[in-house]
């Protein structure tokens, strides 16, 4: 009788304890998976959002810039790097911005605003803004077009179609305005983008600040985020211009990776928890078994076998133990990720994140195996490991006492 047939019977001698032990493994598993899908396509939705809103994969910034977000020194000529960028055929969209803040008025109220001056054709393909609208169109042609978010829109008491004016302070000091038609509205539920920020074509936002020929950043959207570290390093490369410097959204978006970095933090506590707990329990149900059976093991010793072997058929059981859990555990944790990623679930995020970014309630897991492999291997080795203390008990049990154990 093999050493693995032997340890199989020994595990089913007792199903119901066994049953137990393979159980926990499994919904620990399962536990590990779901943590760290729901955590990995939460994260992959902000990402996505973040970068379709204002940040882009990749930007291009003049250099020494303070305020990344809204940088206080310009670009010149940014065509040129918009169309170092298209060229490339990773990039999904591409186009220049200018930022600064400003005052918007209606004939009844004003507020204080972040005015984006964007390239219309560009920004379609770029941001996601336009998926967002609810009223009228996104540009028409019309340089003198602006669209709003619907929060802002109704704290001016102005509705589609009525005129607004846009002002800032110029480097010089003087003010400059100029009138705008609100040709679009959106919503998205964030208090920044619905609230506060006012799009406009870019000739006419560097008309305003006196900035003629210049941007804030190019922004470039990518097909892939995985390829954006390749794409950084190679338009790098390219640049040519000293003034300039390549940036990612995680140099520009830094509440995006702290929001990351927390969340992985708190995903490996609660697998050390976990791991914790599974191999408490196989621990426990391998030194039950221990203690049921110091008198077959003594018996086995006296016949002639090594301490080895023991140690050897002990292990084997808490692999098997834990090679059935995991299988269990994967496939639950795989079920439960596929019914969640076809009908989403719902938790209140976009309030959290409406600050920030527009963001949705409703996060669609998606699997991911690799991720999921390893913890799996891990798993399984706490179930193997859990076992070793009571293996090496059982090795150095004295044959006689054994015997005579009741």
């Known amino acids: ?238 640049l040519g211009d000293p003034g300039a410097i390549v940036l990612t959204y995680k140099d520009v978006g830094s509440e995006v990776v702290g929001i990351k970095k927390f969340q992985d933090a708190i995903l490996i506590v609660i697998m050390l928890v976990i791991y914790l707990i599974v191999g408490l329990g196989i621990l426990n149900s391998v030194s039950m078994s221990l203690f049921e059976r110091i008198r077959e093991f003594g018996v086995i010793r006296a016949v002639g076998a090594r301490p080895s072997v023991l140690v050897r058929l002990i292990l084997a059981e808490a692999a098997l133990l834990g090679g059935v859990g995991v299988l269990a555990g994967a496939a639950l944790g795989g079920a439960l990720i596929g019914v969640f990623g076809v009908s989403g679930l719902h938790l209140p995020l976009g309030t959290a994140l409406s600050y920030f970014m527009p963001f949705d309630n409703v996060v669609y897991m998606r699997a991911q195996w690799g991720l999921h492999a390893r913890s799996a291997l891990g798993l399984w080795a706490v179930c193997v490991g859990a076992a070793v203390g009571p293996a090496v008990r059982a090795a150095r049990l004295v044959v006689s006492e054994a015997l005579r154990h009741v």
Do not use: C
């Open 1 to 238: 009788m093999t050493l693995w047939t032997l340890a199989l019977r020994n595990v089913l001698r007792n199903a119901r304890r066994s049953l137990l032990a393979a159980g926990a493994v499994a919904v620990g598993l399962t536990a590990v998976m779901f943590g760290q899908s729901l955590l990995r396509s939460f994260q992959r939705q902000m990402i996505d959002k973040a970068t379709g809103v204002m940040l882009g994969h990749a930007q291009v910034q003049a250099a020494g810039v303070k305020d990344r977000k809204v940088p206080e020194k310009l670009l010149t000529r940014p065509e040129r790097f918009s169309e170092l960028m298209r060229r490339d055929p990773r990039v999904k969209a591409a186009g220049a911005r200018l930022l600064y803040t400003g005052l918007v008025y209606s004939a009844t109220a004003s507020r204080g605003v972040l005015i984006a001056g964007i390239e219309p054709d560009a920004e379609k393909e770029l941001s996601i803004i336009p998926g967002y609208l609810t009223e009228g169109r996104y540009f028409g042609g019309n340089e003198r077009d602006a669209v709003m978010g619907a929060k802002l829109a109704r704290e001016l008491d102005v509705r589609l179609g009525e005129r607004i004016v846009v002002m800032a302070q110029r480097p010089g000091g003087e003010m400059q305005s100029e009138l705008f038609r609100v040709a679009g509205l959106y919503h998205t539920a964030s208090v920044t983008y619905d609230g506060q920020i006012v799009y406009v074509p870019l000739a006419m936002a560097q008309r305003i600040r006196g900035a003629e020929g210049k941007a804030s950043h190019v922004a470039a959207r990518l097909h892939d985020g995985d390829a954006l570290e390749g794409f950084s390093a190679d338009l790098g490369g390219v």
